[in-house]
């Protein structure tokens, strides 16, 4: 990428290099660009907390989440102000959403009893990953899932929740001894609790970036496509590009529901794994 | 691209958390009971509709039942009165028969009084007729007295002839 790849093009010494132009865009920043206006969105002092610097700046990537957080409620919000017994439309998609969340998502990992107390943590963080995945989409907002500091920290929920139910479920010192199968030789315990402690960060750590990579791969793909329209300096290319570009948006939006669900799945499996260890 | 902001972790909390506690309050907790409401409303439709079916076969087997006890009654009633009728006509005839009997008893007594009765007015007038005969006959020689009882005799052999 540090190639200037505009050198080739007839008038590029002004435009930026094209693949910083795409990290550029992929990453987060503090202006918004509303079709054509650059909003600047507030910036903060870094709060120092425990020697950690924490930078709570407003920016685009929190923003598309305050505007996905205040979909997702005022929609749900109106929809279930009235509860019909026999729902219609949209209220019956999203009741189907959530009742494959509770039969095949939650109660299937967590068993009858948690299923049935997940099921609302688990349909908002479905509902949430969702619709920031398909905001990503769309051109004025910016894709916040493609963040990794957003994907780490809802992989630390679920982290959080695996040690939490975990400990729950099998006490402190039982849930830590069961990571060890009972039949393993004597020798080889302290090597496999290191291992499935191990496993628990890369549980974790396989979550956040699984949700983020593919965020960014399509994004990346889209704009390399149309950058070809601008590296070899000929509108001809978008005979092959656009089509291109447009196929990946496509597969994009399937991509958008599939992390979404994987990241729902592995997240109540997680957690399922953690509080019925196996023996 | 791959450094962790903390102050995006804690905005993504944030937001996160406030969605889900805003959801959970407004549409997860109307939905699942509703959800739940149906589902038992379902289930005690089920129930209900499985109720009426056994209700049902139960009415329609014991109906079955009675019917079939009620064409028992008649096959037994029907039975019970041919019989009857059997044994009536056997009795009517009988007595008939007897009446007939009786009857042809009495009226071949009533002809028989009647022959004798007959009999013995002819055997006295037959007598009388032949005392005159031969007292006319013979004329006045003949000892009445003597003459009536051969003439007796006489018939007395006739009638047992006859």
């Known amino acids: 990428m540090s190639t200037n790849v505009l050198s080739f093009s007839p008038e590029g010494a002004e435009t930026p290099n094209l693949g910083e132009f795409i990290i550029h865009h992929l990453q987060d920043s503090h202006e918004w660009n509303l079709f054509g206006y650059h909003v600047h969105l507030p910036t903060f002092e870094p709060v120092y907390l425990f020697g950690i610097k924490f930078d709570l700046s407003i920016t685009l990537h929190v923003v598309t989440m305050w505007f996905a957080g205040l979909f997702l409620v005022t929609v749900l919000g109106r929809l279930y102000r009235k509860p019909q017994l026999v729902p219609r439309g949209l209220a019956a998609l999203v009741e189907s959403i959530v009742l494959f969340v509770r039969d095949e998502i939650a109660v299937p990992n967590l068993g009858a009893r948690y299923g049935k107390v997940f099921t609302p943590f688990l349909s908002t963080l479905f509902l949430f990953i969702l619709t920031l995945n398909l905001m990503g989409l769309i051109p004025i907002f910016a894709t916040a899932t493609g963040n990794i500091s957003v994907t780490a920290s809802l992989a630390l929920i679920t982290f959080a929740m695996m040690n939490v139910y975990g400990i729950k479920e099998n006490g402190f010192i039982g849930f830590y001894k069961n990571m060890v199968p009972h039949s393993v030789p004597f020798l080889m315990i302290p090597l496999l609790f290191f291992i499935e402690i191990l496993g628990l960060f890369t549980k974790s750590f396989a979550l956040a970036m699984r949700l983020f990579a593919n965020m960014i791969a399509g994004h990346a793909v889209i704009f390399a496509f149309l950058g070809l329209i601008i590296v070899l300096g000929t509108v001809l290319v978008s005979v092959f590009a656009v089509p291109f570009a447009v196929f990946i948006h496509f597969l994009e939006l399937l991509v958008a529901f599939i992390q979404a669900y994987i990241f729902t799945m592995l997240t109540s499996l997680f957690v399922g794994m953690a509080m019925h260890p196996e023996h | 691209m791959l450094k962790l902001e903390p102050g995006m972790i804690i905005w993504t909390w944030i937001t996160f958390g406030v969605v889900l506690v805003l959801l959970k309050r407004f549409a997860w907790q109307p939905l699942l009971a509703m959800v739940e409401e149906r589902e038992n409303k379902i289930a005690e439709s089920l129930r209900r509709a ?45 007595k008939a028969r007897e009446d007939a009997n009786r009857m042809l008893e009495r009226a071949k007594a009533d002809i028989e009084r009647e022959r004798q009765a007959a009999l013995l007015s002819l055997k006295k007038e037959v007598a009388d007729l032949v005392v005159t005969a031969t007292g006319r006959l013979i004329g006045m020689n003949l000892d009445d007295e003597k003459h009536r009882r051969l003439i007796d005799e006489y018939i007395q052999e006739i009638g047992k002839a006859n």
């Not at chain 2, 056994?54 to 019917?67: F, Y």
């Open chain 2, 50 to 94: 499985d109720e009426a079916r056994d209700q049902a076969e139960a009415l329609l087997e014991e109906q079955q039942k009675r019917l079939a006890q009620a064409q028992d009654e008649i096959e037994a009633m029907l039975k019970e009165s041919r019989a009857m009728a059997e044994r009536t006509r056997e009795e009517i005839l009988a």
